[in-house]
């Protein structure tokens, strides 16, 4: 019996269609192996990020998703019961969600149990290559320099990195420190790195002028 998986012939069907400056940024993301995608708050840098790294699953570029976001949070949230995993969760959500916007529920939870999508704890991969997978880094602004080099090291064969973040926003006590914030500065010394900003807002119009405005 062949078990050989067969490559669409046509482009994946996704419940949202991406604008003008998502495909553009989308076509950085494709060019490079390590790319940042930076923009304010609801310019969809995640939403994006999740997109790009669903493509590449089902077109079979990748065998799979790794998801890693920073656990920094802004208020003290108590004990989280479970194991790593759904201690993780919790954080995860945002991502999920997007997956959900983007693609059938069913088939998103399905590949989450099956481990096609796998959300990993920032501290455990350390010692891990990453080897045919589309990886999404979101919150990127909130890794330290450490951090960040300790993920982008983890790079192996076929696979693509994305950072998602914004600077702006970062919840580090030492702003110096951000990991994201560097790899914006030596952008032009590496023709390798992709950068991308997004400009446009998908959520209520206050939110860009609240941006703005607030820490003026």
């Not at 076509?27 to 969809?44: F, K």
């Not at 998801?67 to 995993?85: K, M, N, S």
């Not at 990886?135 to 076929?158: F, H, P, S, W, Y």
Request: aromatic share 6%; hydrophobic share 40%; charged share 25%.
């Amino acid at each position: 019996m062949n078990t050989e998986k067969r490559i669409p012939k046509g482009p994946i069907k996704f419940k949202c269609q991406l604008t003008e400056e998502q495909k553009e940024a989308k076509r950085v993301i494709l060019s490079h192996d390590v790319t940042i995608l930076t923009g304010i708050a609801g310019s969809a840098k995640t939403f994006l990020a999740c997109q790009n790294a669903l493509d590449q699953y089902f077109t079979r570029q990748v065998e799979r998703i790794t998801i890693i976001r920073p656990t920094v949070a802004t208020e003290d949230i108590g004990f989280l019961p479970g194991g790593a995993e759904d201690k993780m969760a919790m954080w995860m959500i945002p991502l999920i969600e997007n997956m959900y916007k983007l693609y059938d529920k069913e088939k998103i939870d399905a590949l989450l149990k099956k481990g096609s999508i796998r959300m990993l704890p920032l501290q455990f991969t350390q010692g891990i290559t990453f080897v045919n997978e589309s990886v999404i880094v979101d919150e990127a602004q909130n890794m330290t320099r450490v951090q960040t080099e300790m993920v982008l090291t983890r790079l192996g064969k076929d696979s693509h990195i994305v950072l998602a973040g914004d600077p702006h926003q970062t919840q580090l006590k030492e702003t110096s420190q951000s990991g994201l914030q560097r790899l914006i500065d030596i952008v032009p010394e590496i023709e390798e790195l992709g950068y991308f900003e997004l400009k446009e807002n998908h959520r209520n119009p206050i939110v860009e002028k609240i941006v703005r405005i607030y820490n003026q």
